[in-house]
């Protein structure tokens, strides 16, 4: 059963629009939360994070937001630049207080930025 | 910076061969992973280790075994690959999880194919 759902594989969107993309979770335990941007034959690179303890942290272009009362996520890129086009993948973690904890990855967003 | 390194990039096996994909990280960090990613299934983990000969079971660790016999080297291996192994493989590693949350650094990928 899929914990972390990114519900839209794919999502094109104007150069200099805001793009938006989504994450439901489903379990509360999960306590920390990530994004990854992903580009064709290299490995997930970090992008940005959020605490359950926040609802918003943002970095430059990039923000996210989190409500904990929907199990939901998203990332803002504003404005949107052809460089963003990748998978970017929504992570969640949980404290299971016994040491490393994989994250749980969604099954990724596929960003078209359009000229 | 963080590096993790893949030692190889792409590769060929054939079915029936015992496959080893190194990893190296150079953070001195605790845990490392091995992930799998597949078009349509995101991430999904392998194995974890938190520590020198520690390992954990992930979501798929069936068909697979890993070593970690000292901390910044993590090896995946496949006993007698299969073509369903055929896959982009992601070693990944993270420092113990503070209260900040788990931030998890990837490799660039080993692209495996089984024929």
Known sequence: DQQVKQ?????????????????????????YFLWYKKYPAEGPTFLISIS??????????FTVFLNKSAKHLSLH???SQPGDSAV????????????????T?????????QP | DVKVTQSSRYL??????????????????????????????GLRLI???????MKEKGDIPEGYSVSREKKERFSLILESASTNQTS????????????????????????????
């Open chain 2, 12 to 41: 060929v096996k054939r079915t029936g061969e015992k496959v080893f994909l190194e990893c190296v990280q150079d953070m001195d960090h605790e845990n490392m992973f091995w992930y799998r990613q597949d078009p349509g299934l």
């Open chain 1, 7 to 31: 519900n839209s594989p794919s999502l094109s969107v104007q150069e200099g629009r805001i793009s938006i993309l989504n994450c439901d979770y489903t379990n509360s335990m999960f306590d």
């Open chain 2, 88 to 115: 982009m493989y992601l070693c990944a590693s993270s420092p113990d999880r503070g209260i900040t949350g788990n931030t998890i650094y990837f490799g660039e990928g080993s692209w495996l194919t089984v024929v």
């Open chain 1, 77 to 79: 890129i504003v404005p």
């Open chain 1, 52 to 61: 359950s303890i926040k609802d918003k942290n943002e970095d430059g272009r």
């Open chain 1, 88 to 103: 970017y993948f929504c992570a969640a973690s949980g404290w299971s207080g016994g040491g490393a904890d994989g994250l």
């Open chain 2, 47 to 53: 194995y974890f280790s938190y520590d020198v000969k």
């Open chain 1, 105 to 113: 990855f969604g099954k990724g967003t596929h960003l078209i930025i």
